[in-house]
């Protein structure tokens, strides 16, 4: 039982110094868990392999294209959900989405990604008209729409994305949040930012700069 102790106590400092290691201003947490604790973990570290990733998934975007997850790998991209009828927050969460995609908008490695979280209104037709609105960039700005359950799954599973969720876990549940998910090149999340608030868009920018340089 003692040397049971021993490694454990072994195996926890070679984590903490691999943490202590990281140069944490240049390099950006990842996020595994629906609480969004920080985690920096060097590629050394035997939790390294197992960091969460964005499940595989398959939508169609506003031009009536299939969107999966394939179309973003090597891409680092920001994840959010709407719906088009939306009278208050989306409106904020789009703008800034559109401001984020002119900054972005010759940078092939920055991608935007958009769910409807009511696709049984949604229409391809529908999230097309809209996204002209908000001046979305072919293969730029993807606004899909699919299967009600399948982009909740992923909202919650995934992107960690729906907070009452957490607290209910009732599936029936109608999916709304203000959250702006960064993704990195293979999958990971490494940022979740309010998207109604300047000040947390403008450190989403810091870090997709930080970000940039990692890759």
Known sequence: MKIKSIFLLIIICISCKKEADIDKSKTLPFYNSEDFTPEWISPSDLKYKEIHTIAP???????????TNKDFEGKIYIADFFFTTCPSICTILAKNMGAIQELYKEDNDIMLLSHSVMPWVDSVEKIKEYATEKKAIHNKWHLVTGDREEIYNIARTSYFADEDFKKTKDESEFIHTENFVLIDKKGRIRGVYNGTLSLEVQRLKRHIEILRREN
């Open 57 to 67: 998934f398959e939508f169609t975007n506003q031009n009536g294209e299939k969107i």
